[in-house]
């Protein structure tokens, strides 16, 4: 009998192991990965010194913007919403003469039929779905796709100094979905920028 | 009644052996699976277990949130034949997210490819799949960046471009 007590402990404490494995493993889910950059011809070479393969310069941007919960306007007139983005020189070190670290920015989805910035539906109620959102530079109020596109992308700022500063305004006008079907409409958005930036000669630039 | 004794001896035995590899089984699994949960994300992006502690060695103040520090870079050389180069290629510690380093060429020959940068993780040189011949090459480090959530989410993500120097 107690043989039989032993063996029976020995066994339930077995199963109880074969269990905790089961409830620890968890899903994964799929992440897609990010769109590589195309080809540039617009470079700049700065003469090979000190510091070859350093960091010679940190830029922060935005990491993501998020519009919200957007809405189907009752008339057929602008309503924008809008968001701001930074893009800042942090650091600029041993920057030659005459050069400029230089961002420039696409809409990471971006081809040859259509450079608008815009975000698409990603689920299965919005498929296909696409609201186009504008880029504006804050000091000049000029929309950044107004200005020469760039192989890589359209020109934010050059910048020069530590602390360089461009401002932008991100503008969405819900008057998109004005008159539009909602159901055909509604659900999650997902849209990603590209940056781009290299050391290039203040000639090369417009 | 001894064979009695000796059968019952003997299953007592085997059980116990059963029950000893069970447990030593699912000891392992337990084990397996936590490493995997500690090293795994989701199922196509992984932490960099090779990015060893890492500092842009440029002071920058702390950034506001929603932004990304993203390095930039002028020039980088190696010699022909060899594939370590150097380029410090890292996540500035002030960084809030994830990057995804990527390391080509112009043409979109990728050249070296990080798994997820933890903020303050990095490399000081980098080991290329493949030697290039001499020559000046136009190359970029893609950093993608990832949210710090159990299952990352994309973020934006930026192209550094410098110019890339083989010598003979």
């Known amino acids: ?206 | 009644m001894n064979r009695s004794k000796k059968v019952n001896k003997r299953i007592l035995i085997i059980t116990g052996i059963l029950i000893l590899g069970i447990i030593l089984l699912s000891a392992a699994v337990i084990l397996y699976f936590r490493q995997s949960e500690e090293r795994q994300t989701d199922s196509s992006a992984y932490i960099d277990e090779n990015a060893s502690d890492w500092d842009s060695q440029i002071d920058s103040e702390e950034p506001e949130t929603g932004k990304m520090l993203i390095p930039g870079y002028s020039s980088a050389s190696m010699k022909s034949g060899e594939t370590m180069l150097k380029l410090r290629v890292g996540n500035p510690e002030e960084n809030s997210c994830y990057l995804k380093a990527t390391v080509q060429l112009e043409d979109g020959t990728v050249l070296f490819e990080s798994d997820l940068l933890k903020p303050g993780k990095g490399f000081e040189e980098i080991e290329l799949n493949q030697t290039l011949e001499a020559g000046t090459y136009q190359a970029m480090v893609h950093y993608q960046g990832y949210s710090l959530e159990e299952n990352p989410q994309e973020l934006n993500s930026m192209d550094s471009a410098f110019t890339l120097t083989v010598t003979p």
Do not use: C
């Not at chain 1, 809405?71 to 003469?97: F, M, W, Y």
């Not at chain 1, 020109?155 to 004005?178: I, P, S």
């Open chain 1, 1 to 206: 009998m107690r043989k039989k007590r032993i063996f029976s402990a020995a066994l339930a404490a077995a199963l109880a192991l074969t269990v905790v494995p089961a409830v620890q493993a968890s899903a994964s889910s799929e992440l897609t990965n990010g769109s590589v950059s195309g080809d540039t011809s617009i470079t700049g070479h700065v003469s090979a010194g000190e510091g070859i393969g350093n960091v010679t310069y940190v830029v922060s941007i935005p990491d993501k913007i998020d519009f919200g919960e957007l809405v189907q306007p009752d008339t057929n007139s602008s309503d924008p919403v809008t968001r701001a983005g930074t893009v800042k020189a942090e650091i600029v070190e041993s920057l030659p003469e005459g050069y400029r670290v230089a961002v420039f920015v696409k809409d990471a989805a971006a081809s040859e039929s259509s450079k608008d910035f815009r975000i698409i539906g990603q689920d299965s109620t919005n498929k296909g779905k696409e609201l186009i959102y504008t880029i504006t530079n804050e000091a000049s109020q000029a929309n950044l796709l107004t200005g020469t596109e760039y192989p890589n992308g359209y020109l934010v700022g050059a910048f020069q100094n530590t602390g360089d500063t461009v401002n932008l305004t991100l503008a969405l006008d819900q008057n998109q979905l004005y008159g539009e079907y909602l159901s055909n409409w509604a659900g999650n958005y997902k849209g990603t920028l590209n940056f781009y930036s290299s050391v290039e000669s203040v000639g090369s630039l417009n």
